[in-house]
């Protein structure tokens, strides 16, 4: 029997033999796809309306407060409540504010809204949608814990990362191209669809009930308990403060519509596939990593990908040359969905199962909403300092950040798993 379960773990697909980690895979991929194009689109809808940088960066700002604010007790809810529910619950709240999204972007709504009006309702659709990714961030993690046994965890959480980041390469780089063929109100359309089919295949999920030690804890312990765990966790600490900084200075992607239109003056097409380099060398990496999984040194290797990320930023930022600005976003992408995974699987390994709620909305406030504050700082750094020096800061700050890390954290450098 040990010897069974040692060659299923070596099979690359084993996790995806499991009906149910399937039906969560194929709803995760279309609903994070929706999602994606939904929040890249506004990206460059807002520019579109306002004509100025910042306006990006308040998107940001938008969704990370009510995200951030909410996530412990997020996790507290989760941890206590049938997991199922809850992320139905959140994909049918995404899916009534791509519909006002919709609606907004339609002949009707232009000719009875001007620019600054729609903007703030955009702005009014992205806040609710933090609200709600608070609680369906962290739920798919726990998901996958409650699905997949943990003999499978490793290859469960490269798919489960792998999958997110592949619907991120989908949604994200489509964009510019659906903008320019479709445009705005037409890839909405898409985005309702999407998240509509990925409704279809989350339901098929069994209920999966809470852990009766939870549902007895009233909240404030729970949160407690669960903030204690991870900041008494130093790998696990130390793996997600690497992604707070890194990601909070050396986001370029925010900056992108700005590069596109303005520096290399490459139009909505132009505009997708600068997009698309992201997240093709994302795909690749995963692709890589399923088939060959990380084995050793992965602590050494994930400072290096990020110290690595930051210098790609860099480059990015003082490229006057498309090709270059595509192959710089390309290797970051590389190294960045390669910290990614090895994160994702230092959080799942790490954690019990039935603290998965709270940690994983820790860890949604370190990761997730890191990307929305790093669009804020983004924004803001290029009002204060002009586009392409705030994106240099951002990448040379990345790199002082692994440098503090890889002596600060000692057990996050000499993680192996």
Known sequence: MEQNAQQLTKDPFAALRITEFRNLMIGRFLFIMGLRMMGTLVGWWIYELTNEPFAIGLIGLAEVIPAVSLALYAGHVIDKSEKRKIILSGVVLYFICAISLLLLSSAYGRAHLGNLQIAIVIYFVIFCTGIIRSFTGPGFGTLVGEIVPKNLLQNATTWSQGMWLSASVVGHASVGFMIAGFGIHGSLILVVSLVAIG??????????????????????????????????????????????????????????????????????????????????????????????????????????????????????????????????????????????????????????????????????????????????????????????????????MTIIVVFTTWFKAPKLKEMEY
């Open 199 to 396: 409704f279809f295949f989350i339901q098929k999920i069994s209920a999966k009930p809470p852990h009766p030690t939870v549902v007895e804890q009233k909240p404030l312990e729970s949160v407690k308990e669960g903030l204690r765990f991870v900041l008494n966790t130093k790998e696990l600490l130390g793996a997600l403060s690497l992604d707070l900084f890194a990601v909070l200075f050396g986001g370029a992607v925010a900056m992108v519509p700005v590069f596109a239109r303005d520096i290399l003056k490459v139009g909505p097409i132009g505009f997708g596939w600068l997009n698309a380099a992201t997240d093709i060398g994302a795909m690749l990496i995963i692709i890589l990593i399923t088939l060959y999984p990380v084995t050793q040194k992965q602590g050494k290797k994930l400072l290096l990908a990020v110290a690595g990320f930051g210098v790609c930023i860099i480059v990015f930022a003082l490229s006057k040359i498309f090709w270059i600005s595509f192959v710089a976003l390309l290797m970051s992408g590389i190294l960045d969905g390669f910290s990614m995974i090895v994160r994702g699987t230092i959080v799942q390994l790490k954690t019990p199962s039935h603290m998965r709620g709270r940690v994983m909305s820790v860890n949604s406030m370190f990761i997730n909403s890191s990307n929305e504050l790093g669009q804020f700082e983004s924004g803001l750094a290029a009002k204060a300092m002009g586009v392409i020096p705030s994106v240099v800061f951002g990448g040379v």
